[in-house]
């Protein structure tokens, strides 16, 4: 399970931030500076991409069905998002509120459908990238924001 609590994500992002500024040149930057200039995403962005291309392989069924996890497509919905949205699932302990099935659904819903809609993970990986290129996301410092990402 991914990390969810605000002192977990910090003390494993400070092992990155302490070594990007090993880098004498770069020392005097922000965190989120020499992210950019290194071309590093954060670890919780990481994370991230290693979710949505796990979701891809579960909703184009790369895995055995019967191991796989169910995931239940929101048909009821027709506004923003992607032609495969997935249903919400509403949680009052940390527990489920915190695994994968119930985290990824809102940033995979957030995808547009020309991301969504490839045909290989390969694809899939690029035009995700892509699409996360200029987002905050991929380089904000989210141990400020609580850990949680920012995608605009």
């Not at 032609?83 to 994968?100: S, T």
């Amino acid at each position: 399970m991914a990390p969810y609590k605000k002192g977990d994500i910090a003390v494993i992002e400070k092992v990155q931030k302490r070594a990007t500024k090993l880098i004498i040149s770069l020392k005097h930057l922000s965190y989120a500076e020499r992210l950019k200039v290194l071309k590093l995403p954060t670890l919780k962005n990481r994370r991230l991409r290693g979710d949505m291309i796990e979701v891809f392989k579960l909703v184009y069924n790369y895995y055995d069905p019967q191991a796989a996890v169910k995931m239940n497509f929101n048909t009821s919905s027709t506004t923003r998002g992607n032609m495969y949205k997935l249903q919400k699932f509403v949680c009052h302990y940390n527990l489920r509120k915190f695994a994968f099935c119930t985290r990824i659904v809102n940033m995979w819903n957030s995808l547009p459908n020309v991301v969504v809609k490839s045909d290989t993970i390969n694809t899939f990986k690029s035009r995700l990238d892509r699409h996360w290129t200029n987002q905050e996301v991929l380089y904000a410092d989210l141990t400020k924001t609580g850990g949680q990402p920012v995608c605009t």
